[in-house]
DNA sequence: ATGGCTCTGTTCCAGAGA
């Protein structure tokens, strides 16, 4: 079962990337962000067409977040983030799809540090860390995956000295994100991968795709029943290379079918 | 330190993103 995220930066201007990488990839879930339209704008007839259910939560002009699934409709369970009745900024869903319970979440940037984005984003972390606790000792698998705007370790960065203050890289965002790995999630690409250089977003400025100056900033955090399942994770980076590309690559996941699982014990 | 690039919308610039 393959599950991926990409934030597409807007799904209007990226539909027929999106279509393509579906078509190409065909993941069996994939947790999209930065749809940047209305519930009403969600291309859904194009994307069922190409084989996949949706549910989404689009707002006006930014953030919007949206889960699809192949060959089925995934079961939402939760529309938002808890733990704040002010925050209307469209960043968290989640559903089940075939026994996993898949969060698709997208953090804010928190540019610039300090400021109120920047205390928005910390809270909506402390609140995100509050919401998965329970989640963590679930006998199902569950797979946090989104835009996280986090900048992990050193490694992750093609130049740590110029994001030193950056909302991505300071130490706060970082402790928090540090502290549900050291909860017990799984950051997946980075545990089979421990010392390969992987990023997932190059910004449009300055040629630093050509350049690969890249961040891992897209995660898909694992709990320990989805961790036992853990096959295979990587990065789509050739979709970054397209005409007009969205800043993010896809990043994905690939976890054994239950019964794989219990074969194997 | 600045600006570079790409998206959106009460558009022909400004705000946000990262």
Redesign the pocket.
Known sequence: MRIATF?V??I??RLPALLQWLEETRPDVACLQ?L???DADFPAAALEAAGYGAIWQGQ???NGVAILARDTAPVEVRRGLPGDAEDTQSRYLEAAVDGVLVACLYL??G??APGP?FDYKLGWMTRLARHVAPLLAQPAPVVLAG?W?VIPTEADVYKPASWVGDA?FRPEPRAAFAALVEAGWTDALRHLHPDATIYT?W????QRWQRDAG?R?DHLLLNPAAARRLQAAGVDREVRGRE?PS??APTWVELSAAAAESRSR
Do not use: G, Q, T
């Open positions: 934030n930066n807007s209007k201007a930065e940047k339209c209305l006006k002009s930014w804010p940037n540019n610039p984005k835009d705007n991505l977003f910004d449009y400025m300055r961040l900033i007009r800043d993010h």
